[in-house]
Nanobody
């Protein structure tokens, strides 16, 4: 089992920045794929960013490309999402995700996620 705990969400004005963190514990291995998804009210959960175990393979949703950076620290079993130039459209609950194998497809699909965190709220005011 893998447990994921997100932190770093909050309220920020448009144009601001936030850094989300996700600490993994339990039976976690360095080769697990980790990533972030988000879900806005009334919307389906959507892919944001993901990276491979080594961090050498990184993918972003077009909506956040150029504004977000995903990274991981395997020594701390932690994945980060640095979000800059935030827009009201970025308002959502952000979920940390783990897949215990290669992503089935790119961009990753929420159906391929093996473990989810509880989510952290990000609210961007205009």
């Amino acid at each position: 089992q893998v447990q994921l705990v997100e932190s770093g969400g909050g309220l920020v004005q448009a144009g601001g920045s936030l850094r989300l963190s996700c600490a993994a514990s339990g039976r976690i291995f360095g080769w697990y794929r980790m990533g972030w998804f988000r879900q806005a009210p009334g919307m389906e959960r959507e892919f944001v960013a993901a990276l491979s175990g080594s961090g050498g393979s990184i993918n972003y949703a077009d909506s956040v490309k150029g504004r977000c950076t995903i990274s991981r620290d395997n020594a701390k079993n932690t994945v980060y999402l640095q979000m800059n130039s935030l827009e009201p459209e970025d308002t959502a609950i952000y979920y940390c995700a783990v897949r215990t194998a290669n992503w089935a497809k790119i961009p990753p699909d929420r159906g391929d996620v093996n473990y989810w965190g509880q989510g952290t709220q990000v609210t961007v005011s205009s």
